[in-house]
């Protein structure tokens, strides 16, 4: 099997993650795929904070 893949535009990439639950959304931001973790609670804080300043949709 071959494929070719292509850089899309930024609105394809952004589709399956909009239709993520929000709170789910803020989380992909707190806390990138990969990055090593010490401590959780930072994390839960800052997801805290943004869920409290966020903009209601």
Known sequence: MTAQAY???RALA???FDER???HRWQA???RQGDPIDDLEP???RLA???T???PQ
Do not use: F, M, Q, T
Request: charged share 35%; aromatic share 0%; glycine share 4%.
């Open 14 to 16: 952004e589709e399956p």
């Open 53 to 55: 300043v966020a903009d």
């Open 43 to 45: 994390l839960r804080d």
């Open 21 to 23: 639950d929000e709170l």
């Open 49 to 51: 904070h943004l869920a």
């Open 7 to 9: 850089v899309g535009p």
């Open 29 to 31: 931001i707190v806390s």
